[in-house]
């Protein structure tokens, strides 16, 4: 006899004994528990079949994700032995760094603002990189009060085919080292 449970936000778990039929009309992910076995399987719902997850961790005997689809296209990552998921399984961020050059604002007339554009590769109108100012190894404290004056100015930013504009209040009077950021 099959009975159904659900738990939390998971999919339905379904728990029977090793001779039951297992349905086939169930959500993809649905788990199945044999309580005479303790081995679990999951339903895919794409090829209508059950694929038996392997032993060691959590569950009734199996570790809730069927071995062919940890670290696969498609599949879920693993964890390492600090139970995160490994920097391996993790996409790069794409981090461009560019110097907006004290004396190539120009005042846009459309806006108000001074702009300067850089060249980013591969930088989309779609792209909505995160900023940050960066400081120069032997900055002073004095040097820092400059930049941050300087990067104070700055009120948004704009990305488009391979380049990104800065918009400012007024000019800066420094060079400016922006990390721009795209996760």
């Known amino acids: 006899m099959i009975t159904h449970k659900r738990v939390g936000w998971r999919t339905a778990v379904l728990v029977g004994m090793s001779t039951d039929e297992k349905p086939t009309n169930v959500e993809n992910g649905t788990q199945f528990n044999e309580i005479d076995t303790g081995y679990s399987y999951f ?4 090829n209508l079949t059950w694929h038996k997850a392997e032993k060691g961790g959590g569950g009734s005997g199996g570790s809730g994700i069927p071995a062919e689809e ?3 296209a498609n599949g879920v990552a693993p964890l390492n032995a600090d139970a995160e998921i490994d920097r391996a399984y993790l996409p790069s961020p794409i981090i461009n760094r560019v110097t907006l050059v004290t004396g190539s604002w120009t005042l846009d007339s459309s806006s108000g603002y001074y702009a300067q554009s850089v060249t980013v590769q591969g930088m ?3 792209n909505q990189p995160s900023a940050t100012v960066l400081y120069p190894s032997g900055t002073t404290v004095t040097s820092k009060a400059s930049i941050d004056e300087a990067a104070n100015l700055l009120v948004y930013m704009e990305t488009g085919a ?3 504009t800065f918009y400012a209040v007024d000019a800066p009077s420094v060079n400016l080292t922006i990390q721009l950021v795209e996760a």
Do not use: E
């Open 43 to 46: 339903f895919d719902g794409a």
């Open 162 to 164: 391979n380049t990104v």
């Open 124 to 126: 989309t109108a779609d």
């Open 70 to 72: 940890k670290g696969a």
